[in-house]
């Protein structure tokens, strides 16, 4: 959807302010749906009246994204692919970060394979206030017998509610995967210049979301693609191709660049697919397991940022991992509104009469640093968050999103009691102690304020210093 303008969506709306979308006017909805915090469905006048059938066909016409969105899975564990209107973050936002499929195979002994599939399934790390996890498992035939990928997949299933990419150019190796994960909707990999008639004729009959895969050939890529759209099939995902070094890397990159730029600016429909890309190919560099699952992490780093939608890696190893759940979690939140907490009072640990209460903003990377630097530190205390649209301390103390009125009206709307502390104090960040004076008074000389470090990193030297205040 490149429409921004909510009067251009609200001419394809009933126009009654009905409000049973739960917003108050349909130019409100309209809004929502630019943002994608509200569906079609969600109106149900538009859906539900026989009067409206050409404005619902054209209002879903104008918000489908210009990279066709796919699903696979059920459930709550299912993943969007793809779904973005823009080439680059800064343009407005990515919506569906691309999921990491990590791969098991059918040569597996049954107990490593259920170890490594409940370690894939159960890997979580906490950043900037939310939990990163590994979304998708991909499955890879090695053996090429039927029956030894449906044991797998079966035994995967049984483990694992998570979304499943099923990896075999053999047919028949894919209808025994399907015969087992069919109604778990996955994704199957791959359709290729071999195999397409066979395995168009399985995505057909199973309804699945199928991979088409084209090596470094974007012509003949696109003509695979419209041949299964001519027979139905358009929950496709695109493969170009992942060379993982050399020259060919560089094409590799380019052909990404080159299929996000058809999709979302030259408006090629034929062809507006997500693209899978597979960094897991490290693995064919070298046989040193760290230089492997370092250059996989790479790969992963160029691909998320170059549009790739879907990743199938390897290493589970945390010096892998956690680069590219962070790079990951950056590229794909929202530019145009930075990661917040919720404005009030939170304790660390276990705070008392006799704990400090630290002031910070609502920028997520903000408050969980100084939160992570007190409670690492075993300092019990309360933080305050001030609501300041997300915008850190100095930039909001130089803004004015920080200043002592809003301080002290924040501590206004929790029920924290500053009667019942052994040392009534505010400590303050070091970059607004201009505030000292102003918010002291404001407190009519009640609360003792304080001028913390400007670095959270120092509050344990801090504390020794200053704490219990004299
Ligand atoms: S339900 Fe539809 S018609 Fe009613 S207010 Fe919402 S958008 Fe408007």
């Given at each position: 959807m490149k429409e921004t303008s909510p009067l251009n969506l609200y001419k394809?709306?009933?126009?009654?302010?009905?409000?049973?979308?739960?917003?108050?006017?349909?130019?409100?909805?309209?809004?929502?749906?630019?943002?994608?915090?509200?569906?079609?469905?969600?109106?149900?006048?538009?859906?539900?009246?026989?009067?409206?059938?050409?404005?619902?066909?054209?209002?879903?016409?104008?918000?489908?994204?210009?990279?066709?969105?796919?699903?696979?899975?059920?459930?709550?564990?299912?993943?969007?692919i793809g779904g973005?209107?823009?080439?680059?973050?800064?343009?407005?936002?990515?919506?569906?970060?691309p999921p990491f499929a990590y791969d098991v195979t059918d040569a597996m002994e049954e107990a490593k394979l259920v170890e490594r599939v409940k370690m894939i399934s159960t890997w979580k790390k906490f950043y900037?206030?939310?939990?990163?996890?590994?979304?998708m498992i991909a499955v890879r035939s090695v053996t090429d017998d039927p029956?030894?990928?449906?044991?797998?997949?079966?035994k995967v299933m049984e483990t694992s509610d998570y979304p499943l990419i099923l990896c075999s150019f053999n047919p028949a190796v894919l209808k025994a995967g399907l015969e087992v994960a069919a109604k778990a909707k996955p994704l199957i990999y791959a359709a290729n210049k071999d195999n397409w008639k066979e395995v168009a004729q399985l995505a057909f009959d199973y309804k699945v979301p199928v991979t088409l895969s084209v090596p470094f050939d974007l012509d003949a890529l696109k003509s695979m693609a419209v041949t299964f759209a001519s027979m139905g099939l358009t929950d496709l995902v695109l493969d170009p191709g992942t060379a993982p070094n050399g020259k060919k890397l560089q094409q590799t990159l380019q052909n990404f660049i080159n299929?996000?730029?058809?999709?979302?600016?030259?408006?090629?429909?034929?062809?507006?697919?997500?693209?899978?890309?597979?960094?897991?190919?490290?693995?064919?560099?070298?046989?040193?397991?760290?230089?492997a699952a370092y250059w996989e992490s790479v790969l992963t780093a160029a691909f998320t940022i170059r549009g790739g939608a879907l990743m199938v890696k390897h290493s589970l190893g945390a010096h892998s991992m956690m680069p590219d759940m962070h790079l990951r979690f950056n590229i794909y939140t929202d530019p145009r509104k930075p990661v917040q907490v919720k404005p009030g009072i939170y304790k660390v640990g276990n705070p008392g009469v006799e704990s400090p209460v630290f002031v910070t903003t609502n920028f997520a990377l903000t408050y969980y640093t100084v939160e992570s630097d007190i409670a690492s530190n075993g300092i019990d205390a309360y933080i305050i968050s001030i609501g300041t649209d997300g915008i850190g301390v100095?930039?909001?103390?130089?803004?004015?999103?920080?200043?002592?009125?809003?301080?002290?009206?924040?501590?206004?709307?929790?029920?924290?009691?500053?009667?019942?502390?052994?040392?009534?104090?505010?400590?303050?960040?070091?970059?607004?102690?201009?505030?000292?004076?102003?918010?002291?008074?404001?407190?009519?000389?009640?609360?003792?304020?304080?001028?913390?470090?400007?670095?959270?990193?120092?509050?344990?030297?801090?504390?020794?210093?200053?704490?219990?205040p004299k």
């Open positions: 394809q709306l009933p126009q009654t302010n009905c409000k049973k979308c739960g917003e108050q006017t349909c130019m409100a909805y309209a809004a929502g749906l630019i943002a994608r915090t509200r569906k079609v469905e969600e109106c149900t006048p538009l859906v539900e009246e026989k009067k409206y059938a050409k404005k619902l066909e054209a209002l879903k016409s104008i918000i489908a994204p210009e990279l066709k969105m796919i699903y696979v899975g059920v459930g709550d564990k299912q993943v969007k973005e209107d823009v080439m680059f973050r800064h343009q407005m936002t990515f919506f569906n970060k900037i206030g939310k939990w990163e996890r590994v979304e029956a030894k990928f449906a044991a797998c997949i079966k299929l996000r730029r058809a999709a979302v600016e030259e408006a090629q429909r034929d062809i507006a697919y997500p693209v899978i890309a597979l960094p897991i190919n490290a693995w064919l560099t070298t046989e040193d397991p760290v230089r100095q930039a909001s103390v130089a803004g004015g999103q920080l200043n002592p009125t809003k301080i002290k009206d924040a501590f206004g709307e929790t029920d924290f009691k500053f009667e019942g502390q052994k040392y009534p104090a505010i400590v303050l960040p070091g970059m607004a102690a201009k505030f000292s004076g102003e918010l002291e008074e404001l407190f009519g000389g009640k609360v003792k304020i304080m001028v913390g470090p400007e670095d959270s990193g120092r509050i344990v030297g801090w504390m020794k210093d200053f704490w219990p």
